[in-house]
């Protein structure tokens, strides 16, 4: 863009942090020096989720806490939905140094028709889509819910969510051979993305490994 209109639409429309909402000018407009350096980053953020009787490795980029949070609830609830590309560039950082290497396609949860129809976007699909463009790779549809499901976020613990999960899920044509990053938005106690995991690879897939942008307490 010009610069002077790039200035003066700053001025007219400033940008705000993605996590606090304040103004910020600065050369990373997306999220201010203050959230940028107390991000609660996760030390090993690194779980194994159970699949199909295996296991599949898992990276979080962020805890889901504070401003992360705050910030994530106005991505998926108050059509924002600018923002998942500023997740998915701090997500693909995360799978770069955790996961490189390791797949040759990016996929994610997606979700229900209904539920898609109501916000209008796929949060997990634009987390995806930015990832798998910053990273060179391919972003495959692999799956469809099949049923609508009460949102594991309203279920207290894992005996809760994962029948709530299980069958959910079916598969699209393409997944067979593929090494896939499954990409989801927030993992609490893992049922979703082992679900999806594991569907993908009954259907074929070659190998799987998951990432989510933030880690919330999975108890």
Not at 110 to 120: D, I, N, T, V, W
Not at 146 to 160: F, G, H, I, M, P
Not at 177 to 195: K, M
Request: charge should be positive; charged fraction near 20%; include cysteine.
């Amino acid at each position: 863009m010009i610069r002077p209109l790039r200035f003066i639409i700053d001025l007219l429309f400033p940008p705000k942090c993605c996590f606090c909402g304040k103004i910020v000018f600065t050369h990373r407009d997306d999220v201010c020096p203050a959230c940028w350096e107390a991000l609660p980053g996760l030390s090993g953020g690194e779980r194994r989720l159970e699949v199909s009787a295996r296991t599949a490795r898992c990276v979080s980029a962020l805890r889901y806490e504070g401003a992360v949070r705050r910030g994530f609830l106005r991505y998926k609830f108050s059509g924002d939905y600018w923002l998942g590309e500023v997740f998915g560039e701090i997500l693909a950082g995360v799978v770069f140094e955790a996961l490189g290497g390791e797949f040759d396609a990016v996929t994610w949860v997606p979700l229900s028709a209904r539920r898609l129809r109501k916000r209008g976007y796929d949060q997990a699909k634009i987390l995806a889509g930015t990832v798998a463009g910053l990273l060179g790779l391919p972003l495959v549809p692999t799956l469809f819910k099949k049923r609508d499901t009460a949102a594991n976020s309203s279920l207290r613990n894992a005996a809760e969510r994962q029948p709530n999960v299980a069958g959910a899920y079916g598969i699209l044509p393409g997944a067979e051979g593929l090494r896939l990053l499954l990409i989801d938005d927030v993992l609490t106690t893992g049922a979703t993305l082992s679900e999806c995991a594991g569907t993908l690879l009954q259907g074929g897939a070659a190998h799987v490994v998951c990432a989510a942008f933030a880690e919330a307490d999975g108890s």
